[in-house]
């Protein structure tokens, strides 16, 4: 009875271990390869897998999530022999473990050191400016040199990127010059540029102004002429109908033509802004005798007559200006 119950107990035990050794629980993000007495039969993914116990064997543990590694700081010599310093990172994914683990022997070194020779020859190939400009086109070029170069090994690199470049002290402090001048430059031009436009405003301006000032000029002008013309139209047609007065036998018509003038002087004399006295040999009975030949020509128009029973008028030839006179 008691070897019958340990006989029992051992078949469990065994059955237990079978059981352990067959049953393999792979967990997400993660692939493990079979060994059979050594060499690779298949891969177990994620969830429960089963092998023969004893026979197979689990060889290894891949992680085929995306992975980042970062790559070492290293000093470079650039084609302008100018000695800077580069680190970075790098992403990549195993997309086939059986080749990730038996392709190459310990993967995280093999990417690290292919990085860092290929980042030596890319950016040993470039000058110094651009190495600083250019930032995207190396982590272009690197990205498809290391992923074909990583793809026996059953990788996709999915990204490569440059994280700092330092230049030495020296530099750094020429490049701060340089970029100074540059700008000053820049600012130079620029306000040269902005007194040229101003320059450019401003005899656009003038040349408007004296255009615009010019046809003034013309416009008063023309103007002018005009007024001038209808005066001088006016005089002659007044002349003409005092010549044609004179010619039909009308004395009266010459005594007030000139003795409009006469009082037209008299006025522009009394008017005159300065304070000074004009002795001038004037007649005051010839003033009022040119009044008086002006109010006779007036009643002689409207046909009234003289009022007092006087004899015509006639021109005085005694006075400086022609005089009417009358009769008693």
Known sequence: MLGGSTFVVVILVLA?????????????????TVERFGRYTHSLMPGLGVITPFIDRVGAKVNIMEQVLDVPSQEIITRDNAMVTVDGVVFYQVLDAAKAS???????IAILNLIMTNIRTVMGSMDMDELLSQRDSINARLLSVVDE???????????????????????????????????????????????RQAAILAAEGQKQAAILEAEGRREAAYRDAEARERAA?????????????????????????????????????????????????LEAASVIGAIGGISELARDAFGGGSTGGGAPLRPRSSGTVPNVTSGD
């Open 16 to 32: 237990i271990v079978f059981i352990a050794k067959a049953v393999k629980v792979v967990p997400q993000g993660y692939v493990y």
């Open 102 to 108: 038996y392709e190459v022997s310990n993967l995280k």
């Open 149 to 195: 170069a990583t793809h026996p090994w059953g990788l996709k690199v999915t990204r490569i990127e440059i994280k700092d470049i330092a230049p030495p002290r020296d530099i750094v402090d020429s490049m701060a010059r340089q970029m100074k001048a540059e700008r000053d430059k820049r600012a130079s031009i620029l306000e040269a540029e902005g007194k």
């Open 233 to 281: 139209e006016a005089e002659a047609k007044a002349t003409q109908v005092v010549s044609d007065a004179i010619a039909g036998g009308n004395v009266q018509a010459l005594n007030y033509f000139v003795a409009t003038k006469y009082v037209d002087a008299l006025q522009a004399v009394a008017s005159a802004p300065n304070q000074k006295l004009v002795l001038m040999p």
